[in-house]
Each structure stands twice: as structure tokens, then as C-alpha cells.
């Protein structure tokens, strides 16, 4: 590290090891610390324990020390500028996601024509997706032609994602499925084209890796507004809706508005084309 010119954060660290940084602060002068999401929002935390407050206190010393921040949404900067009073520069960033999505086969029109809604609810099995009130507001459909796919394969505890589970399966039955395995990427992906409707209900940046994709794929994705990656989706151009709008869902809801849909593919595409991530990643390394 000492030899090295520049020092890369991909997610900024947490835990004992904050003790070790900031023991060198010539280090941090080298740091640029690329937001991934979670690293940001770990305040909202900090007060629940003894050592959470203690490696919050740290944390607050070593980031004032970082000179350069990245991120995909502008708007995690701004809070982690207001909570911690940081003055680093700021980047635009963001890493090729694993799933090449724009580079996918797309299968022929005539392949996805039925009647059936596929609905994804969230993107893991994380409480911040809040599935609970998404099964609330969707229950009056519960008679209507949909299936709602409900990815909990990882970042959940077990108790939390039993408890979704059995709701959906109780007021959903069979139209309710949970999905605990990793997929493979290209699986995966074939899942997401498949989906009619996204609900990304996460009170915060999260499910970029699901939501890019989808809006790639034209599908029309339902957020909550006020959080950093809505609120830059929006700023690009990107068609997305506010779910925290509707306190019940129908059929209607879910129509298509083919238009404004095949927008966000080609916004998706010019945003996270490989010419632009070069760019981006050329002003962070010089």
C-alpha cells in the first residue's frame, strides 16, 4: 500500500479494521473510496450497539480523510457529504455488471405474448426491500392472472425470510414463488426478461444490478421515491414509478406504455455503454 500511487475502497470498510487505517493517514490521502450502497447508510446503525457507535466514531475520522469519492447515484455522495461533512471530490462511476445484459439475445416478440403478469418483488432477501408491504399492496390481485417471483437467496435471515414466504404463499398460494437458490447469470437473466413488473420497494440505493437490466429490457419498474437511485434514474430520463403512490395495486397499474418503456432501453444503453464506463474510469486512475 505504501508503494502504491492510488488505493481503491470498492465498498468502505467496517469493523476492528478501522482501528488499522486510521493509524496511517498518508494512506488515506491515496484513497478513493468507490460507494457500492450499504457503506453508506451503516449511521443508521451505528447507535444500536456499543461498538457500532465506537467504529462509527472512527469511521467519521477516516472519511473526512478520503480526498476522492465515486458513485453510481450523485445522491449517495450528497449523503455521505451531509452526515460526515466529507469536502472530497466527487466521480461519476460504476463497474460492467457481471450480467451482460446489453448484450443479451433477445427471444423473438412472439415468445412472451400470455395473459399471465409476472411480477418481481425485490432482490433479495434483505428487510430494506420491504416485502411485507408490497404482498400488502398487491393482495387485492390475489384472484387475478399474475405470479410474483421473490428472489431470497442472500443478505437475509432466516426467521425474516420464512415469515415472507409463508405470507405470500398464505394469501398468494402457488402464484407466490420464492426463489432461494443463486442463480446462474444467464439464468438469472432470462428471469428478468421474462418479468411484466418490477416492485423495488428499498428505502434506499439498492438492486442497481436488478433494476438496470430491467429497465434495459423495457419492463416497467416501480420504486420509492426519494431514494438516490430514483432520484438519479429520473434525472437521466429513465420512465420509472413511484410505488410509494398507490396504497393498493390492480391490473390497471400494470399496463404497458410501450413508448416511454423503449426510452429507458436506449438511456440504459448510452449510461452503461462501454465508451462511457472508459471515460468514467479514465478521470478516476488520472
Not at 445522491?75 to 455521505?80: R, T
Amino acid at each position: 500500500l505504501r508503494r502504491a500511487s492510488k488505493i481503491l475502497y470498492h465498498q468502505l470498510p467496517h469493523g476492528p479494521v478501522l482501528f488499522l487505517w486510521n493509524l496511517f493517514p498518508r494512506l488515506l490521502s491515496k484513497v478513493t473510496w468507490i460507494i457500492w450502497g450499504g457503506d453508506v447508510y451503516i449511521y443508521k446503525q451505528s447507535k444500536e450497539s456499543l461498538s457500532g457507535m465506537i467504529y462509527e466514531m472512527f469511521r467519521k475520522i477516516m472519511i473526512k480523510r478520503i480526498p476522492h469519492i465515486a458513485s453510481f447515484a450523485p445522491g449517495d455522495y450528497e449523503i455521505i457529504r451531509k452526515v460526515y461533512g466529507t469536502k472530497a471530490d466527487y466521480f461519476p462511476s460504476m463497474y460492467p455488471l457481471p450480467v451482460d445484459f446489453l448484450h443479451y439475445s433477445w427471444p423473438a416478440i412472439s415468445e412472451k405474448k400470455n395473459d399471465e403478469i409476472k411480477i418481481l418483488d425485490g432482490n433479495s432477501g434483505n428487510p430494506s426491500n420491504f416485502h411485507h408491504e408490497i404482498i400488502t399492496r398487491l393482495e387485492p390481485m390475489k384472484d387475478a392472472a399474475i405470479k410474483i417471483y421473490c428472489p431470497l437467496s442472500y443478505s437475509g435471515n432466516p426467521d425474516y425470510t420464512a415469515s415472507v414466504e409463508e405470507r405470500g404463499k398464505k394469501i398468494f398460494g402457488n402464484k407466490f414463488i420464492p426463489i432461494h437458490e443463486i442463480l446462474e447469470p444467464d439464468k438469472y437473466l432470462n428471469l428478468l426478461y421474462g418479468i411484466d413488473v418490477a416492485i423495488m420497494n428499498h428505502d434506499r440505493q439498492q438492486g442497481l444490478g436488478n433494476i438496470l437490466p430491467l429497465l434495459y429490457f423495457g419492463k416497467k419498474v416501480f420504486m420509492r421515491q426519494g431514494t438516490s437511485s430514483y432520484e438519479y434514474l429520473k434525472s437521466t430520463g429513465c420512465h420509472l414509478y413511484d410505488f410509494s403512490s398507490f396504497d393498493t395495486f390492480d391490473e390497471s397499474l400494470f399496463s404497458s406504455e410501450q413508448e416511454k418503456l423503449k426510452e429507458n432501453t436506449r438511456i440504459i444503453g448510452e449510461l452503461l455503454s462501454e465508451k462511457r464506463c472508459r471515460e468514467l474510469w479514465k478521470r478516476i486512475l488520472n
